[in-house]
């Protein structure tokens, strides 16, 4: 459950880095780097969001369910 919550919140702050840079984008002097700043950490937020989920598959600390896209078909019997 832990691993949700942190995952949700991690996306939950991807999403607001973007908003936020769109804001300082529109709003802000042309001089300005807020908004650079901004998409530089949602980069960062996303690469990291992207190891963590490849590091908990990996180490068996997150298990996939749910719907399994490829589905094969049972292998013979022996005596067949």
Same mark, same amino acid.
């Given at each position: 459950m832990l691993s949700k919550i +942190? /995952? /949700?919140? =991690?996306?939950l702050g991807i999403l607001y880095t973007l908003a936020s840079s769109f804001y300082f984008l529109v709003s802000d002097d042309? &001089?300005? &780097?807020? @908004? =650079?700043?901004r +998409?530089?950490?949602r980069v960062g937020l996303s690469l990291a969001l992207l190891a963590a989920l490849w590091g908990g598959f990996h180490f068996g600390i /997150?298990? $996939?369910q749910g719907v399994n896209p490829v589905r094969y $078909? @049972?292998?013979p019997a022996a005596g067949e």
């Open positions: +942190l /995952i /949700i919140g =991690v996306f042309h &001089d300005s &780097d807020r @908004a =650079v700043r +998409l530089s950490w /997150i298990e $996939p $078909p @049972a292998p």
